[in-house]
Structure formats: C-alpha cells, structure tokens
C-alpha cells in the first residue's frame, strides 16, 4: 500500500468516525424524546451529562473511576506477568505442559467471575478480590498465547542456534522470547479489556468502592442516568488499557511490517 | 585446494523409529571433502540427503559410524561447520547487520570484531546499503544473501548447503550461484551443497555424487573437470556439461522412473 492511499483511507475513514459519533450522540439527544421513551429506561445524552457533573461533585466519580483504574492496572499486570510466567514454563517443558494441562484446561471453563463472591468472602470487602478476579480473567489469554508462539517457533530457527553453539538461555533470549512478543502482545489486548469485566463483577458483588459499586447503587436508586455514566466511564478505564498497550506493542513491535493500523 | 580432509563421514547409516520397526534413511555412506572442495549432493527427494547435512552440523548423531571435520570426530554443534537452508531463517526483529552477527553473537566473537565482520560480508555480498534494513524490507534474493553473510561471518571451514536457492526465482537464482562460488574460492571454503538442480549441481561442483533412492547411499560420484568452478555462468556454455548432465540422468533414473 502507498503512502497516497493510506492517508487518503485514514482522512476518509476518520471523518466517517467522527460523522457517526455526532449522529450516535444526536440520537442519544433526540431519539428518546422523538420515540416516547421514558428517561428512566433511556436517559437523553445532556440528562446523562448533568448526571456525570452531579456525581463527579457529590458522588466522588474521579475517586471512584480512580479506584476502578488501579484495580484494573494491578489485576490487569498481575495477571499478565503471572499468564506470560507460566506461559514461558510450560512452553520450554514439555513435561509440565503433559502434567499441568487438564488443571489449566478446568480453570479455564469454570467461569471466572463465579470465583467474585468467594473472594470476597475470603477477603472481605477490600480492593484485593476485585484485583483477583482480574488476575485470574487476565491470566488465560496471555498464556495460552504465550504458550502458542513457544510452541510455534521453526524448529529449524532453533537448530540454526543450535548449530552455533547457544546454549539453551541463549535460544529462549535470542529467539523464543522475541518471536514470542507478537502473539504476547495480542494476548494483553484481549487482557486489558478483561480485566475491566473482571473488576466491574468484583465490584458489583460487594464493597462501596469503584465505578461496579457506583453502578449497583444507581440501579438500587432506580436512577438510569448513574448507570449510564458508570458504563460510560468503565469504557472508558477500559479504552485507556487497551491503548496504553497499543502504544507499547508500537514501540516494542516497531520492526513489524507497518499495517493499516486501526487500533484492533 | 590441498589434500587435507575438511569434512569426512565414514560409514555412516541412519535409522529412524517408525511404527514398531525403524526406516532405514541412510545406509553406509562415505563421504571425504578435501580442503577447498565443493561436493554436492543429488539425489530423489527423501533419500536422506538433509539427515546427513544435519549429522555434519552436529545436530544429530549416526545411528551407526562417524563424521570428521577438520579431523575431529563430530559429537556435537561446533565452529567449524556451518550451515544454510532453503528457508533463509532471519530474525524478523533483527536489522540485517543484527541478523548477519547472529552466529559470532552466540560465539560470543568481541562486538567490535563482529561488527567488522558483518560489514566486510555485507560490502562483499552487495548489502551494504541495507544493514540497517529488517528482513521484510527485502527480497527473497537478498534475505538469501543475507542468511549465506551470516552463515560466513563465524568463519566456518565448512558449509552445508541445503537447497539453498530453491525458493528463489530462477534469474535470481543464477546471480546468487554466481557469488556463492565467488565468494567460496576467494574464502577458500570447502562445501558440501545439497540440491535438486542438476544444472547448479554441474556448474557449482568439483564432484557431484549421486544418492539412490532410499535406503540412500552413494551409487555414483562423478568429477566435474571442467575449468572455472568460481563463473557457474560461463560454465554454462561448456560443451561438455550436456552430459554430466544426461549422466546424471541416467543414474536418477529420470525419464524411466515410476512416479514416487
């Protein structure tokens, strides 16, 4: 692709996005009105926004979003660094992989967030489950995906190392490592978003902290528009994630053949 | 070229487990490189012909006799012997000087020396101007060129060449023959080239010995005397490849064969 054609895509296609945000937030305005649905089951955009401004100076929003943000970051790097760890162990053993897989593979089907209430059992009304619950969404992808590119790598690129003489640190730091970094990377995008489902369920089953508890609180008091700017919020804790790793995978990934990057 | 041996496989046989017997790859073959000699090695596809490329490169042991380079009895991956593949096998992070030291690297060659190497081979190999390109950037001739830099650079004494230029397009492919040979007189490298190609097999050799189907061993060897072993394109037009090359053939059955 030329370099004509992809800017002319991305002034093309950033002017679609903007043109469907404005319709998007037009029919958020109007379309409740024009359709004679009640606020309380679809609040307009600017009842939402006195509601966002009501709450960030009686309801602690930022303290609240901030609270979300930090249990999504711990969960969401916790769980990345622990999902890569075991990742890299099982994909250089065998052995472990043959011992450990029917264990992965169960706690892989049992679906996590049922894990929120016993967590907070354990520890109470604290950050701590919600960030676990996180760790434990995070985990999977990152493993798995880890554990794909390991196993991936060309056995001949191996011998190749091999036939210089590397020692088996050399091959992982040299190679597995680095081939690894491509699916890793897609591995924490899917995580990072994860982790915000993760910390929203902990959140909603106990505790009077974050944006899940902001949520289950508008819901008690029948008022739609704190819902609405709980999601709205959430999406956006979560987008903030899943740039911040975009970012990084550009920086890291730099060598990679340049694609129409559209932020997926 | 002198007649020191370079590389050696005396008796060699390989079998490898399949089902609840073993498959026979390689039967009692006997190969000596002199110095400076590139031999190579034809033969019908699974004849064994990579299994004794990688009994060379240390990377798997005989079921039965030995390889020698340089003398020594092969136990394992070691300095002297290198080898390259069809599959150019770069490092898609790595620039193409990074991709060129990545054997002296492993070495662990002093980075100032390495450097040196990587630039010397990148000049001789036409690459200069792309050091700092990564391997996507390129085209498959030159990831091909580049993968022979860095199968150069750990100053091997001999290389094992499988098919090396098999995947590339058949103009490009005569290029690089060209300064594979080039590069390999001036070096003085002995070589043993695996490879499909009667053509490249006549032109690039002093020797080509012929595999039988498998069971593979050595039917035939047949000596290239003709002169300019470093020009493959002018020896192109000697009068008398046409019949190393219908020799050739005739030992691979070719023409009269039943499709495998």
């Known amino acids: ?264 | 070229m002198s007649d020191l041996i370079r590389l050696e496989y005396r008796n060699v046989t390989m079998r490898f487990p399949q089902g609840a017997g073993y498959l026979t790859a390689v039967q009692g073959v006997s190969i000596a490189l002199r110095d400076g000699e590139v031999v190579s090695l034809i033969g019908p596809s699974g004849c064994g012909k990579s299994t004794l490329l990688n009994i060379g490169s240390g990377l798997t042991a005989p079921s039965e006799g030995e390889a020698f380079v340089d003398g020594e009895r092969v136990e394992g991956p070691n300095a002297h012997v290198a080898f390259m593949l069809q599959k150019d096998l770069l490092l898609p992070w790595r620039t193409v000087a990074e991709n060129v030291m990545f054997g002296v690297e492993i070495q662990a060659v002093a980075a100032g020396e390495r450097k040196r190497r990587a630039q010397a081979l990148l000049e001789t190999l036409n690459l200069a101007e792309f050091s700092e390109h990564y391997p996507h950037q390129l085209s498959g001739g030159m990831r091909q060129r580049v993968a022979l830099a860095r199968t150069l650079a750990v100053d091997p004494t001999v290389l094992l060449l499988d098919e090396p230029f098999s995947a590339v397009d058949a103009q490009t492919r005569m290029v690089l023959q060209r300064e594979l040979a080039q590069t390999l007189k001036r070096a003085g490298k002995t070589a043993l080239l695996i490879t499909h190609d009667l053509q490249e097999a006549v032109t690039l050799s002093d020797r080509v010995l012929v595999m039988s189907r498998r069971p593979g061993r050595i039917i035939d060897e047949i000596v290239i005397d003709i002169p300019d072993r470093d020009d493959p394109l002018k020896r192109r037009h000697h009068p008398a490849i046409a019949g190393y090359i219908n020799r050739l053939m005739d030992r691979l059955d070719i023409g009269t064969a039943v499709p495998a």
């Open chain 1, 1 to 264: 692709m030329s370099n004509g054609t992809s800017s002319s895509l991305m002034v093309r296609g950033t002017a679609v996005s903007v043109a469907l945000l404005i319709a998007f937030l037009a029919a958020w305005q109007w379309g409740p009105g024009l359709l004679r649905i009640p606020p309380f089951i679809i609040p307009p955009l600017s009842m939402v926004a006195n509601e966002a401004l009501r709450m960030w100076h009686v309801s602690g929003l930022a303290f609240h979003t901030g609270v979300t943000a930090a249990e999504v970051l711990a969960g969401f790097a916790l769980g990345s660094l622990l999902g890569a760890f075991i990742g890299y162990l099982i994909g250089m053993s065998p052995t472990a992989e043959f011992a450990l897989s029917p264990y992965i593979l169960a706690l892989q089907i049992a679906p996590k967030v049922a894990f929120a209430p016993l967590f907070i059992l354990w520890m109470g009304f604290t950050v701590y489950p919600k960030i676990l619950v996180a760790i434990l969404i995070v985990f999977f992808p990152v493993m798995v995906n880890v554990l794909t590119a390991i196993r991936g790598v060309d056995p001949d690129l191996i011998n190749l190392a091999r036939a210089f003489k590397a020692s088996r640190a050399q091959i992982f730091w040299k190679i597995e490592f680095p081939a690894s970094l491509p699916p890793l990377f897609a591995g924490l995008r899917i995580g990072s978003t994860l982790a915000v489902v993760g910390v929203v369920v902990g959140e909603l089953v106990g505790g009077n902290m974050g944006l899940g508890y902001l949520l289950s609180f508008g819901e008690g008091q029948a008022n739609t528009p704190m819902v609405f700017v709980s999601i709205v919020m959430l999406t956006l804790v979560g987008s903030v994630a899943y740039l911040l790793v975009i970012l990084i995978e550009q920086r890291v990934l730099h060598y990679m053949p340049k694609r129409a990057q559209m932020g997926f």
